[in-house]
């Protein structure tokens, strides 16, 4: 694992999982690897279950942290997606992984399009994009806006769910979210995207059927935005299904 991350000569702050040996699938001897982007105040911790889950399929696998969060505390937040993207992509030689296939929940999927679209300039492949609970790109510049005061954000991830109430009680620990929350808000509300704005990669979309954030419409307009393949998946559960379903997403992912 450390010789391969000195090759890629990754960040510390994108955590690799490798993909277990002898799990070959799709005829082919192995995988793509999977970067892997978290939700808006989401840290890379949040997503290790489903990581695991990729990698026991036999799926090199990699989690990005943002800024404002984790070991990147004290790093200044990213004033837009296409710059957390460009920072991403900035972060490791990603051409010596091959063909990418990229997994991003909610904003992540936003930060991995943007990812993809820098990536295709640069000559790295990305084979495919799975969006999950995430709007597409165009219909976000005319969506109603995301909190950004503290009273507004606490609200909302309540109502979102996905986060351990207990949690929420403790002083200490909204000190440290609150605050990447809103770096996240604030990075998505200033985010714009022409319908006309195509990627090459396949388009995957994820969602749950209850989910109150995403609306299903909001989901399939991601459809526009491919010139290549799109598919539309719905699993039982709200905004935050993957937790209910890591095994059934990882495998779903994991065989395209």
């Known amino acids: 694992m ?9 960040k510390p702050w994108i955590k690799r999982f490798p993909g277990e040996q002898g799990t070959v699938r799709d005829g082919v001897g192995e995988h793509a ?3 892997v982007f978290p939700h808006a105040g989401g840290a890379a911790a949040a997503y290790r279950g489903f990581a695991l889950a990729l990698a026991a399929r036999g799926v090199d696998t990699y989690i990005v942290q943002y800024p404002q969060r984790g070991e990147r505390l004290a790093d200044p937040a990213a004033e837009t997606v296409a710059g957390l993207a460009a920072e991403i992509l900035g972060a490791a030689d990603w051409a ?7 997994f991003g929940h909610c904003m992540g999927a936003l930060v991995g399009f943007e990812f993809t679209r820098l990536a295709e300039h640069h000559g790295i492949t990305v084979r495919e994009l799975w969006a999950s609970a995430s709007q597409a790109p165009c219909t976000v510049a005319g969506s109603r806006p995301v909190p950004t005061t503290d009273r507004e954000i606490l609200a ?7 986060t351990d109430a207990s949690l929420l ?11 990447a929350v809103r770096a996240d808000y604030r990075a998505f509300n200033r985010y714009s995207c022409d319908r006309t704005v195509r990627i090459g990669a396949d388009i995957h979309t994820v969602g749950g059927r209850d989910d109150h954030r995403v609306e299903l419409d909001l989901l399939r307009q991601w459809e526009s935005h491919t010139d290549a393949a799109f598919t539309f998946t719905l699993f039982d559960g709200g905004h935050f299904y993957v937790d209910d379903h ?8 994991s065989c395209t």
Not at 156 to 162: A, N, S
């Open 156 to 162: 909302d991830i309540v109502e979102l769910g996905g």
């Open 169 to 179: 009680d403790d002083e200490d620990f909204l000190e440290l979210l609150l605050p």
């Open 33 to 35: 690897a999977t970067i």
């Open 246 to 253: 890591l095994d059934e997403v990882a495998e779903l992912v």
């Open 2 to 10: 450390i010789g391969e991350q000195s090759q890629l000569d990754l």
């Open 96 to 102: 010596r992984l091959g063909p990418l296939r990229l």
